[in-house]
């Protein structure tokens, strides 16, 4: 028996599943998180309601102690940027009524409360552009101060111990900051009652499918094309993951799309410039809404004035699979992500930093770099590392890495130079800034990036020896152990038009 969460404890062999906190059945919990109300506050806050909007909000919202103590200004790769984690649970108040757990298609859960969508919404310093970053709620992570879990599963454990709302927030915060190396400025939380009421305030939203959806899960039921989507409808349409090929996984690239097709609709000046609509939109938010206590509504709206739905992108967290793990010796499907390749991820959102931009690769016989070897493929960590000592530089010893999709140059702060002639002769290499590393680091990843050998060094390779070695093993091609599963993509939904599975 363990007193986890149930989003952590795994299932039983038999694939029997208790029933959870007194609640009959699942309904596939649900859903949305808070970019909603981000958007449309921010929005509202910059319109001509901006007074009347601030004061209406400020008097409503929920503020919770979340936001602990940051990381090292050194650390924050991202700078000026604001990052907000947006959470979505599937609680429902207590004062819901019957006629609203309708409408949701559920139930009482009995006071669960369960991260069910995780998202942060990193805002350039200028305001100009967002994305929208996904973390799937089955990823298993380490907990800080608990161990392994899935990530869904770190807000209970904060709740613990009398640690409330704002002990879940600090705890889900710090496993998302330690995950990501993203510094977390602010949390916006909301609930699955809070999403429909903010939805059906909003009005309708168009989608548009490329094949037709229908799953009784859920509810979806939409033909191929254009289709305008009520609260009820919405709710069902990013709830969807079965059917999907990637389940879970298209069902945050649902989210993402709705999320954006949403962001026009707020925009529209039919929704900006009726007062009514607006009063409305205001209260639902403000009854729905849960945040941390030093976001200053007013400054948010400053910092997105400039924002344009065109300019919201949206991404995932990179991952290596969807594999069953046995703590406990119960079966347990996780989502395992590349965290190896995570400040690569990173670094490809938020953009590379100016010194390492303004740098003049250095020469490479003052250069010492070492290889290690995420990619899975034997004995290929040793083959660069001949290669880069042909090529002068002074190399290490090669070790090894958790596995990863993406090749990397890590280094520390002040050796942009140096890292700078790794990455020139490592084509497709991601140079990548890390307090992990003391010195230059060529991480290999599963995507086969290499070192390209001189032209000069080829002649004398072939005079070596014909005997097979592991070095020359693994210079031949290789397929991965196992496939790596595309998450990274970044999708611009925001544009007119866009349509997706």
């Known amino acids: 028996m363990t007193n986890a969460p149930e989003e952590t404890r795994p299932r039983r062999a038999d694939r029997a599943v208790p029933p959870r906190h007194g609640r009959r059945k699942r309904h596939w919990g649900a859903v949305l998180p808070a970019v909603a109300g981000v958007l449309t506050m921010a929005v509202l806050l910059s319109g001509g309601y901006a007074a009347y909007a601030y004061n209406r909000l400020a008097s409503s919202v929920t503020k919770v102690d979340a936001i602990g103590s940051a990381p090292p200004a050194e650390d924050d790769v991202d700078g000026r940027a604001m990052n907000i984690l947006l959470v979505g649970d599937d609680h429902r108040p207590d004062n819901a009524t019957p006629e609203q757990l309708a409408e949701l298609s559920t139930e009482s859960d009995g006071g669960a409360t369960n991260t069910d969508t995780m998202i942060v919404l990193h805002i350039a310093a200028d305001g100009r552009s967002a994305t929208m970053i996904s973390f799937p709620r089955d990823s298993y992570v380490d907990i800080p101060d608990v161990g392994k879990g899935k990530l869904n599963s770190a807000f209970e454990y904060g709740t613990r111990d009398g640690g409330g709302d704002s002990g879940g927030a600090r705890k889900l915060i710090a496993t998302i900051q330690d995950l990501s190396g993203l510094t977390i400025d602010h949390y916006v939380r909301v609930s699955l009652l809070g999403f429909y009421e903010i939805v059906k305030q909003l009005g309708p939203v168009n989608v548009c499918l490329n094949q037709p959806a229908k799953d009784a899960f859920s509810g979806v039921d939409l033909p191929a094309g254009v289709s305008q989507l009520d609260a009820k409808q919405a709710l069902s349409f990013v709830r969807q993951r079965h059917g999907l090929p990637g389940g879970d996984l298209d069902r945050q690239v649902r989210q993402q799309y709705f999320l954006s097709q949403e962001a026009r609709k707020i925009l529209s000046a039919g929704t900006l410039l009726n007062p009514v609509k607006t009063t409305k939109i205001i209260d639902a938010i403000g009854d729905s809404v849960e945040t941390d206590q030093g976001l200053d509504l007013l400054a948010l709206a400053r910092q997105m004035s400039n924002l344009r739905p065109s300019n919201i992108k949206s991404a995932t967290i990179p991952i290596l699979g969807t594999p069953t793990v046995y703590p406990n010796g119960y079966a347990l499907s996780v989502v395992e992500v590349d965290t190896a390749g995570m400040p690569a991820f990173v670094q490809g959102l938020v953009g590379e930093p100016p010194a390492y931009a303004d740098a003049k690769a250095a020469d490479p016989a003052s250069v010492s770099v070492t290889v290690t070897n995420g990619s899975g493929v034997t004995g290929a ?56 590393v003391q010195g230059v680091t060529l991480v290999l990843g599963t995507d086969g990036a290499m070192p390209s050998a001189p032209a000069a060094a080829q002649p004398s390779e072939e005079a070596q020896p014909s005997q097979p070695s592991e070095e020359a093993e693994a210079s031949k091609p290789a397929e991965p152990a196992e496939p790596s599963p595309s998450s990274t993509a970044v999708h611009e939904f925001g544009q007119e038009g866009v349509c997706i599975n």
Not at 404 to 432: D, L, N
């Open 381 to 436: 960590a040793a083959t660069a590392s001949g290669v880069l000592t042909g090529r002068g530089f002074q190399v290490g010893t090669p070790g090894s890495s958790a596995t990863t999709a993406t090749t990397m140059v890590q280094y520390p702060a002040g050796q942009e130079a140096q890292a700078k002639a790794v990455a020139s002769v490592v084509p497709g290499a991601v140079p990548v800034q890390s307090t992990a």
